[in-house]
């Protein structure tokens, strides 16, 4: 029997080309843009699923609280916790702890830029490593041995045998030579634990360090904790307030955590740390929404299938009526047409397959991503693909299958036509609700689009422009390479500061306002002199800070002090929050300044800068204090004479090589800083374009093929209107007209269900756009001019039929 609606199938698909075509290329289309986008998504969620016993292990995470501050959430955890969770819960099996960090490497006498972990000597047994030199029991056996990545193997030693081979590391600024103990496989593209470089934990290099030991300020390592199967995660975090409340230093001079001070820990699953945890830079929404885009694009598809298959029911209807004569059940028919639409989807999801492979190289490049599909190596994916094929197919055909099955032969035999005034504004419907999704996606992708460029043009209140920033000079040299930088024709200034826009500033003080209400709060950015000349900031009151003593909070050096007196300068909403008119007012006054719990200072403002952008368009301008604080000036930013570009780096780097001969430079440019704010909403904005294209594509389609089916079953009508004075234009209006109210009907659908979405996602910015009428009047007649293109050609083609062929044979 099934060979039989095979055969009858693939005759009609051949008979009823343009409708095959347009059926197949629709939902191949569609198929593909669906699966292209959950590859990504599960890609994306998929993060170190391939870990031994992955869903028993858990990374402990810490969170800094304070009343009236943000909190500072970090995905590391301080040192004393491990032995504190080791005596607390027996459910814990094993904890595994490493710093990453980037530092100088040196072979053959040429240096690298590398980054190691320094992991405890549990590390390879913990996350069950697989070796393919040497051995995890002697990998850390030496506290100078170091083990590679195969891939990292090979960049130092090509093709040769790495065991006992030496590598110089640099480590506090002296290189230290570790001997290779182990090579083992290469790290997952999609791990969060990228094991290229590791290297033993040893207290040696961190002499000094409080914050290894009775300081809980500083969540410094990675912390794994591995359960023992089935325990309750939830009645282990019940006891995480009770264990900081027991083991959180308080009150020592107020410079430990303890003061004013609280710490939150959390567990976060080892498979969801890379969206879920603290400091991830995924975006679990968007990945919803791009889920939610490929969801809507092949429920598009499966409209446009079933819309078409609705259109061809008088084609069809003596076919079945005669079935049903001769002794054919509802089930065989029903059987027979799901039979038919299960063979077009298959046809269908071979060819979006096709696409997908030839389409992936690509895909990757513009996402940045590695995704793959292996559907021979994956059972899974195959399953599914397949599931999704069959799947397709009995959604796309059940309509007109159960349509034909409750069909009634006499209804059609009788009258020699097809009853088929129930299915008008069936197919009405359909085109409504696939314009509806086409139109709001329109729209949506046009106002993501505007407001990432919107917050990428903002006014910024610095000039980014030529600015290149500099890590690693906060030492004894700092000042020599300044001048050495200052010396360069190619660079107009240097400054420096413990933070750079875009990175954000942790630092948090507490001024009193001069109406004497209660202090209130103000980014502190701890900077050099000449920092707001580099980033061009506008002076709006008084002067910039000076090398002069009294601006001079803190001197660089071994056991400097804070003085306490300095001069200070704030910006335009800092002047307000204390409460001063204008920033001419604030000069000259005296501000009581907490640096902490137990740091007071007499704070005098010299100058009023104008607000600047330290954070992205999501973020709120705070009110700023700035001060000269020698001893945390982490960062230099170099501004470049930009038509010299070029040189202006090779001399940054001559500069460095001669100051600093033994570590390589690493530079940021603050313009491509900038732009990485905006990363994940130009991939949101640049998928939703392509694949709203590719939504609009197949429903227009779908109405090109139901234009040219409504044209051949209206030829008699139009050709009886033509005899009786109708002219060109007005059967062209009447047909452009009848596919017209559909899609208006589509806009007045989309235009809230977009708005609703938009104002959502926009309200996470706290610079944005306004949702203006014009954009969505403006899409929507775009929505209906292509509804016009598309059917034009059939309304055209029917006006201008000769009658007497529609006529001669009644």
């Not at 600047?612 to 000036?633: C, E, K, L, M, T």
Request: net charge negative; glycine share 8%; with cysteine.
């Amino acid at each position: 029997m099934f060979q039989n609606y095979l055969k009858i199938a693939m005759r009609n698909l051949m008979r009823h080309k343009l409708f095959s075509f347009i059926n197949i290329a629709g939902l191949a289309i569609g198929l593909a843009a669906f699966i292209l986008i959950t590859l990504f998504v599960r890609d994306e969620f998929s993060w170190d699923s391939h870990w031994t016993r992955a869903e028993d292990i858990y990374r402990l995470e810490n969170t800094m609280t304070r009343a009236g501050e943000p909190d500072r959430s970090s995905p590391n955890a301080v040192d004393p916790l491990k032995d504190i969770f080791f005596d607390t819960f027996a459910e814990v099996e094993d904890i595994a702890r490493y710093i990453n960090l980037g530092i100088t490497l040196q072979n053959n006498g040429e240096l690298f830029s590398q980054r190691v972990l320094i992991a405890d000597h549990n590390f390879f047994e913990f996350f069950d490593l697989k070796f393919l030199e040497g051995s995890a029991a002697g990998a850390f056996s030496n506290l100078s041995n170091v083990v590679l990545s195969e891939r990292t193997a090979k960049k130092y030693f090509g093709d040769s045998a790495a065991l006992g081979r030496t590598l110089s590391i640099s480590l506090r600024g002296e290189f230290h030579d570790f001997t290779v103990a182990g090579v083992i496989e290469n790290p997952k593209d999609n791990s969060i634990v990228v094991h290229d470089f590791i290297v033993p934990f040893n207290r040696e290099y961190f002499v000094g360090a409080r914050w290894f030991t009775e300081d809980w300020r500083f969540p410094i390592r990675q912390t794994f904790v591995r359960f023992a199967s089935g325990t309750d995660i939830n009645l282990v975090e019940a006891q995480f307030p009770d264990i900081v409340e027991r083991n959180l230093p308080k009150g020592q001079d107020g410079m430990e955590t303890g003061r004013n001070w609280s710490v939150v820990l959390s567990l976060v699953p080892i498979e969801d740390a890379y969206l879920f945890g603290n400091g991830s830079n995924a975006d679990p929404d968007v990945l919803y929404a791009f889920l939610g885009v490929a969801v809507l694009i092949l429920l598009i598809a499966v409209v446009n299938f079933l819309n078409l298959s609705m259109a061809r029911t008088a084609h069809r209807a003596r076919e079945v009526s005669m079935r049903k004569v001769l002794g054919a059940s509802r089930r065989q028919v029903l059987q027979q047409f799901l039979s038919e639409s299960v063979i077009l989807a298959l046809i269908s999801l071979v060819i979006a397959l096709t696409l997908v492979e030839l389409a992936l190289p690509y895909y990757n490049a513009f996402l940045s991503s590695l995704v793959e599909m292996d559907l021979l190596g994956d059972p899974a994916l195959l399953a599914a693909v397949i599931a999704l094929g069959v799947g397709v197919g009995l959604s796309a055909g059940s309509l007109h299958a159960a349509y034909f099955a409750m069909l009634r032969p006499r209804d059609v035999l009788y009258s020699n036509t097809s009853p088929d005034a129930g299915t008008s504004g069936l197919r009405a419907g359909l085109v409504v609700a696939q314009f509806s999704i086409s139109v709001a996606l329109m729209i949506i992708a046009f106002f993501v689009n505007q407001q990432t460029e919107f917050a990428r043009h903002l006014e910024l209140g610095f000039k980014a422009e030529n600015l290149i920033v500099i890590g690693g000079t906060n030492n004894e040299r700092s000042e020599d390479i300044k001048q050495r930088l200052l010396a360069s024709p190619y660079i107009e200034a240097v400054g420096r500061s413990s933070d750079v826009p875009t990175e954000g500033s942790e630092d948090r003080l507490y001024i009193r306002p001069i109406t004497g209400s209660d202090p209130v709060m103000l980014d502190g950015l701890p900077t050099g002199p000449d920092f707001f000349k580099v980033y061009q900031i506008p002076l709006l009151a008084g002067r910039y800070l000076t090398d002069a003593e009294a601006d001079m909070l803190r001197s660089r050096g071994d056991g400097a002090e804070y003085k306490a007196e300095t001069n200070i300068v704030i910006n335009a909403m800092a002047a307000k929050l204390l409460g001063f008119d204008t920033p001419d007012a604030a000069i000259g006054h005296i501000m009581p300044t907490d640096l902490s719990s137990s740091l007071r200072i007499n704070a005098t403002i010299v100058g009023v800068v104008q607000d600047f952008h330290f954070d992205s368009a999501r973020d709120v301008i705070r009110p700023g204090i700035y001060y000269v604080d020698q001893g945390r000036q982490s960062d230099m930013s170099v501004r470049i004479i930009g038509r010299n570009r070029d040189e202006a780096v090779a001399a940054i780097e001559a500069i460095w090589r001669e100051t600093y001969p033994g570590s390589l430079l690493s530079y940021r440019v603050m313009t491509d800083m900038v732009e990485a704010q905006y990363k994940t909403d130009d991939r949101l904005g640049d998928i939703l374009a392509i694949f709203t294209l590719l939504a609009v594509t197949i429903s227009c389609m779908g109405l090109y093929g139901l234009a040219s089916f409504t044209a051949e079953r209206r030829t008699k009508e139009i050709g009886i209107r033509k005899v009786l004075g109708a002219r060109l234009g007005d059967i062209v209006r009447l047909l452009l007209w009848q596919f017209s109210k559909p899609i208006l009907i589509a806009n007045l659908l989309a235009w809230p269900a977009a708005f609703y979405f938009l104002n959502d996602w926009l309200n996470g910015f706290a610079y944005r756009i306004e949702l203006g009428v014009l954009p969505f009047v403006i899409i929507g007649a775009t929505a209906l001019f292509i509804g016009w293109l598309t059917v034009a050609g059939h309304a055209v083609l029917v006006a201008r039929a000769n009658p007497i062929q529609a006529l001669r044979h009644e």
